[in-house]
């Protein structure tokens, strides 16, 4: 894709998965550029795609300026995560959990020395159930890990147990069933219809579901190899990526 960049620059979608390789690879300021470079239209199959990573940058961006003291830094980053700019082309569904970003804002806010504001998001973050993708209303997802750690630094953390040990069942049911194409579907997450090998998308969701509950669990080996499967099974994975790169920087797992 860098070896031809005037006729990627052409195109939304190329754009946007040179963003997610850049963001892959730990580039994260220069993803921010590609995005931040142009104005998005929807194209069928793309929902999604350009804020996804928009709001991934910003998180990632985020984590790095917290973890090297910058408070500041960190806050505007995770502040834009929640107010994604209209050259996107889209904007978060009504339904659509935003856990992550609350819980950071939480995390951000008591380093900066406001607890108060800092409860205020984690309470935010531990409300927000349940998530909508892929056209429907999901009483689990990547969220409900962030649900979880929202708990925990509320002080609840027999409630934040019962949410991870749900999440590991419902992870397990995902195993178990077989997928499906729904035929009635207005919009598929890939470019040709039927491309997709639907029973391992859905083995890899569940895999990365079992890796954050068994982190959450304080079961950091198991994680682990959760993980390694995922990646093995799909290398770009972004959540995936992201959430490997926090445990090996100290991230919020299990205290």
């Not at 090297?68 to 904007?91: M, N, V, Y």
């Not at 935010?124 to 997802?141: I, L, P, T």
Request: proline share 3%; aromatic share 8%; net charge positive.
């Amino acid at each position: 894709l860098e070896k031809f960049p005037a006729s990627v620059g052409l195109r939304d979608d190329l754009s946007i998965e040179h963003a997610t390789l850049l963001n892959q690879t730990g580039n994260h300021g220069k993803a921010r550029e590609v995005i931040e470079s142009r104005n998005f239209q929807p194209w069928e199959g793309g929902e999604g795609q350009a804020l996804g990573q928009y709001v991934r940058t910003h998180l990632a961006l985020g984590r790095r300026s917290l973890k090297s003291g910058d408070i500041a830094a960190a806050k505007r980053f995770f502040e834009s995560a929640l107010q994604p700019p209209t050259s996107l082309g889209e904007a978060k569904h009504l339904l659509s959990n935003q856990s992550d970003i609350y819980y950071w804002m939480g995390i951000v806010c008591r380093e900066a020395g406001d607890r108060s504001e800092a409860t205020r998001w984690w309470h935010k973050a531990a409300a927000s159930r349940g998530d909508f993708q892929e056209m429907r209303v999901r009483s689990f997802s990547e969220m409900t890990y962030y649900n979880a750690l929202a708990l925990r630094e509320l002080g609840k953390p027999a409630q934040a147990g019962t949410l991870l040990r749900g999440l590991l069942v419902f992870a397990g049911m995902q195993l178990r069933t077989k997928a499906g194409i729904d035929y009635f579907a207005t919009s598929l997450p890939a470019m040709l219809l039927f491309e997709d090998d639907m029973q391992k998308h859905r083995t890899v969701t569940a895999r990365f579901l079992q890796a954050q509950a068994e982190l959450g669990l304080g079961r950091v080996s198991q994680a682990r190899n959760h993980l390694a499967q995922v990646l093995t099974l799909d290398g770009n994975h972004g959540r995936a990526a992201d959430l490997l790169a926090e445990l090996e920087s100290g991230g919020p797992h299990a205290r």
